[in-house]
C-alpha cells in the first residue's frame, strides 16, 4: 500500500534539515515497536505505534548528494496528539553508537537570522504533531526550526543543555536505544522534552 513518509533529509552544509514528503511503499514484514519514555515539557510513552493519516512508522536508507543516511520514522499518541517522531542519521556508516553533543548556550545556534550549522552532529530528531508542518505543530528537535529562527534567536541564550542524543543502531540496522533531550524548535527558551528508550523497524529497507 502506497502512504506518503517524512522523510529527515541532511542536504550537504546546509543550515538546516529539510522535511520532504515522498512516497513510502509498504513492505513489512514484521510490524514496527517501541518502547519510548517522553517527559519533561510533554509527557507520555510511544508504545502503541499506529498509521495516523499519510503517516505510517517504519525505517529505511538512501543515498543524498552522496551521502548514506539512515532513516526512521514513528507514530504515536502522546498526551492527546497524535505525534511522529523522525530520526535521521547522515553520514551513517553502519550499526553503531551515534551522539549530538549538548547546546549550552543556544545562541551558538544562530549567525545573523538564520541558523548555524552543527558541525559533529550527525543525528537529527523531530517530534512533532502531525502534520509537523502546520503553523500551529508543536514540534521538538535537536535543532531549531529554520522558519522560526528570527523569532526564536530573540530568547536565545544560557540554558539547561539541550540538543543533545545519544543513539546505538544495533546490528540488525532496524532497531536500536536513543536518548535525547530536544528542544522546543519554535520557541528556543521555552521548556525541552526529554526522550529515551528502545525502537524496532520490524525491518528495513533500502532506497
Given at each position: 500500500m502506497l502512504r506518503r513518509f517524512w522523510l529527515i533529509v541532511g542536504v550537504g552544509l546546509a543550515v538546516a534539515t529539510i522535511l520532504l514528503v515522498g512516497p513510502f511503499l509498504s513492505q513489512l514484514t514484521h510490524h514496527p515497536s517501541a518502547g519510548l519514555t517522553v517527559s519533561g515539557a510533554l509527557s507520555g510513552k510511544m508504545t502503541q505505534l499506529l498509521n495516523?493519516?499519510?503517516?505510517?512508522?517504519?525505517?529505511?536508507?538512501?543515498?543524498?548528494?552522496?551521502?548514506?543516511?539512515?532513516?526512521?520514522?514513528?507514530?504515536?499518541?502522546?498526551?492527546?496528539?497524535?505525534?511522529?517522531?523522525?530520526?535521521?542519521?547522515?553520514?551513517?556508516?553502519?550499526?553503531?553508537?551515534?551522539?549530538?553533543?549538548a547546546v549550552i548556550d543556544t545562541r551558538t545556534l544562530y549567525q545573523g537570522t538564520g541558523i548555524r550549522p552543527r558541525v559533529g552532529a550527525p543525528v537529527h530528531v523531530v517530534l512533532g504533531t502531525i502534520p509537523p508542518n502546520a503553523p500551529?505543530?508543536?514540534?521538538?528537535?535537536?535543532?531549531?526550526?529554520?522558519?522560526?529562527?528570527?523569532?526564536?534567536?530573540?530568547?536565545?541564550?544560557?540554558?539547561?543543555?539541550?540538543?543533545?542524543?545519544?543513539?546505538?543502531?544495533?546490528?540488525?540496522?532496524?532497531?536500536?536505544?536513543?536518548?535525547?533531550?530536544?528542544?522546543?524548535?519554535?520557541?528556543?527558551?521555552?521548556?525541552?522534552?526529554?526522550?529515551?528508550?528502545?525502537?524496532?523497524?520490524?525491518?528495513?529497507?533500502?532506497?
Open positions: 495516523y493519516r499519510d503517516f505510517n512508522s517504519g525505517c529505511f536508507t538512501s543515498r543524498v548528494q552522496g551521502t548514506q543516511q539512515w532513516n526512521g520514522g514513528f507514530v504515536s499518541v502522546v498526551g492527546r496528539d497524535h505525534m511522529v517522531l523522525l530520526i535521521s542519521v547522515s553520514p551513517y556508516t553502519g550499526p553503531g553508537k551515534y551522539a549530538d553533543p500551529t505543530a508543536t514540534e521538538y528537535g535537536s535543532n531549531p526550526n529554520p522558519a522560526f529562527a528570527r523569532t526564536s534567536q530573540v530568547n536565545a541564550g544560557h540554558q539547561p543543555p539541550v540538543g543533545q542524543v545519544s543513539l546505538t543502531l544495533n546490528a540488525d540496522q532496524k532497531s536500536g536505544q536513543i536518548t535525547a533531550v530536544l528542544m522546543n524548535a519554535r520557541a528556543i527558551a521555552a521548556a525541552p522534552v526529554t526522550m529515551s528508550g528502545s525502537f524496532d523497524c520490524g525491518t528495513i529497507t533500502s532506497r
